[in-house]
C-alpha cells in the first residue's frame, strides 16, 4: 500500500501508478479493520464507535481498542476518545485499495470460475490481501475493467478514486406504487443472497413496489407478474434507482 495519500495522479508513460503490496506495510487482520471501518463510515456517515466496529468484526471492545491504537500510530486512522474514529487520507486509500481487490476477485470467480454470487464474498475475503497490484490489473484487464461487482458495488478505479457507495435509494424506503431497478444487493450475508437469487432479485432486476405492511414487510412484483413479500431488514439491503 502507498502512504502518501496520492490518489493517483497521471503517470507520464501513461501507465497506472505503482501501488506497493499491503503485505510490504500493514497486516491482513489490519487491513480487515480499516475496511470495516470504511463501511461503517459510509452506512451512518459519522466516525465509528469501537462497539460498532466490534459488533461488525465480531470481536470484543479491548481487541478493537488495542488495534485502533497500532492503526492511529500508523497514521490510517484518527481517533479521538470518545468519538470514536475515522480514516485519513492514507486510511482512506488503504481502503479503496482492499476493495479493489475484493470487489475484482468477486467478478473473476463468477465469471471466469463459475462461482455463484452467493459464495464468493467469504472467498475474496481469503483472497484479497495477498495478490499482487500486476494480478490485480490483469484481472481488471481480463474482465474488462469493470465498474461495479456481481453484488452491484462500485470498483474502484486503479487509481484508487473515491467511489460512490450510497449510490441509489434503499428499497424499504420506496413508496407504494414505485418502479425501480436494483442497482446494489449487500453481500455480507449469504442465506440473504441466496433468497434473493432464488427469487430472481439480482442487480438489473425492476420491481415494482406493492405494498409497505405495517408488519415491517415490503411486499414487490417483478417482471414475470410474481409477488414476493420481503422483511423490512432484507429490503433494507437492496439499493434501487429509478423510484418515482
Known amino acids: 500500500m502507498t502512504g502518501d495519500g496520492d490518489r493517483g495522479d497521471a503517470d507520464p508513460s501513461g501507465e497506472a501508478p505503482e501501488r506497493r503490496a499491503s503485505s510490504e506495510v500493514i497486516s491482513a487482520v489490519m487491513e480487515d479493520y480499516i475496511k470495516a471501518i470504511y463501511a ?17 468484526l465480531d470481536v470484543t471492545a479491548p481487541t478493537v481498542s488495542s488495534m485502533i491504537k497500532k492503526l492511529a500510530e500508523r497514521g490510517l486512522v484518527d481517533r479521538e476518545e470518545y468519538k470514536g474514529v475515522t480514516l485519513t487520507d492514507d486510511g482512506e486509500l488503504v481502503a479503496l485499495e482492499i ?15 463459475d462461482y455463484s454470487w452467493v459464495d464468493v464474498h467469504d ?9 499482487s ?16 461487482d456481481p453484488h452491484g458495488d462500485p470498483i474502484p478505479s486503479d487509481a484508487l478514486e473515491p467511489v460512490n457507495e450510497a449510490a441509489g435509494t434503499v428499497l424499504s424506503e420506496c413508496e407504494e406504487g414505485d418502479v425501480v431497478e ?5 453481500d455480507r450475508d449469504p442465506d440473504e443472497l441466496e433468497y434473493l437469487d432464488k427469487v430472481g432479485i439480482v442487480p438489473g432486476t425492476t420491481l415494482t413496489v406493492v405494498e409497505i405492511a405495517p408488519i415491517g414487510m415490503v411486499e414487490i412484483e417483478l417482471d414475470d407478474g410474481s409477488t414476493v413479500s420481503l422483511p423490512e431488514h432484507v429490503a433494507a439491503t437492496i439499493r434501487v434507482v429509478g423510484s418515482s
Open 182 to 186: 436494483v442497482n446494489r444487493v449487500r
Open 40 to 56: 461503517i463510515e459510509r452506512d451512518t456517515g459519522e466516525r465509528v464507535s469501537t462497539s460498532a466496529l466490534a459488533d461488525y
Open 133 to 148: 497490484e500486476e494480478f490485480e490489473r490483469r484481472v481488471a484487464a481480463k474482465l474488462g475493467e469493470p465498474d461495479v
Open 123 to 131: 472467498e475474496a475475503d481469503r483472497l484479497e490481501h495477498h495478490i
Open 99 to 113: 476493495l479493489r481487490h475484493h470487489r475484482l476477485l468477486e467478478s473473476f470467480l463468477t465469471e471466469q470460475l
